[in-house]
């Protein structure tokens, strides 16, 4: 079955800017979108169809795609950005999540 | 606003079938396919099936076929999960959510089952 895989953990102080990574075989054909999920509470769309933001949704979070690896980046991490993110796509038919990736800003 | 509220989570025995129930509101229901996306404790999310709007098309995680069935009333805005043959692996937070052409843009809070004798 199709798999995303995502880095585990991403470390950044405040202010600095944070990549998490994304890959799969199907992404040159297939947007990709990232959740954030903070604990006890449900994920949020925070990106989708690779790079575009939702509304509501602060500036320092964008998204791109290249090739079998999608990108999101956080431009001067906050303290309130630290959760777990997902990226989510498809191969077609079923639909699949990444593994996740804790950020911590500290 | 759109509101998705999980309903008929609980305490089930191993082996035994579950339904849960999604009621949907604040959109146009017919119009959106619904997933269902389940997280174990302390695990990661796992998109588990989903449903176009008109209820004609069904997809579901290639490690839960055979024993789940997803299906919708667009009268009463509801969505279902029909779960069988529960495993204590089935306990999760399950989560009703609303698809966006290609993504997910709503969630509900979860409905919480788990499966233990």
């Known amino acids: 079955s199709y798999e995303l895989t995502q880095p585990p953990s991403v470390s950044v102080s405040p202010g600095q800017t944070a990549r998490i990574t994304c890959s799969g075989d199907?992404?040159?054909?297939?947007?990709a979108s990232w959740y954030q999920q903070k604990s006890g509470q449900a994920p949020l769309l925070v990106i989708y169809?690779?790079?575009q933001r939702p509304s509501g949704i602060p500036e320092r979070f964008s998204g791109s795609s290249s090739g079998t690896m999608a990108t999101l980046t956080i431009s001067g991490a906050q303290m309130e950005d630290e959760a777990d993110y997902y990226c989510?796509?498809?191969?077609?038919?079923?639909?699949?999540f990444g593994g996740g990736t804790k950020l911590t800003v500290l | 606003q759109v509101q998705l509220v999980e309903s008929g989570g609980g305490v089930v025995q191993p082996g035994r079938s579950l339904r849960l129930s999604c009621a949907a509101s604040?959109?146009?229901?017919?119009?959106?396919?619904m997933h269902w996306v389940r997280q174990a404790p302390g695990k990661g999310l796992e998109w588990v099936a989903v449903?176009?709007?008109?209820?004609?098309?069904?997809h579901y995680a290639d490690s839960l076929k055979g024993r789940i069935s997803v299906s919708r009333d667009n009268s009463e805005n509801t969505v279902h999960l029909q779960m069988s043959s529960l495993r204590a692996e089935d306990t999760a937070v399950y989560y009703c959510?609303?698809?966006?052409?290609?993504?997910?843009?709503?969630w509900g809070q979860g409905a919480v089952v788990t499966v233990s004798s």
């Open positions: 959510a609303k698809e966006r052409l290609v993504d997910i843009d709503h």
């Open positions: 604040g959109f146009t229901f017919s119009l959106y396919g």
């Open positions: 449903i176009s709007h008109d209820g004609r098309n069904t």
């Open positions: 199907e992404l040159p054909k297939k947007y």
């Open positions: 169809e690779d790079s």
């Open positions: 989510y796509s498809t191969d077609g038919n079923g639909r699949v």
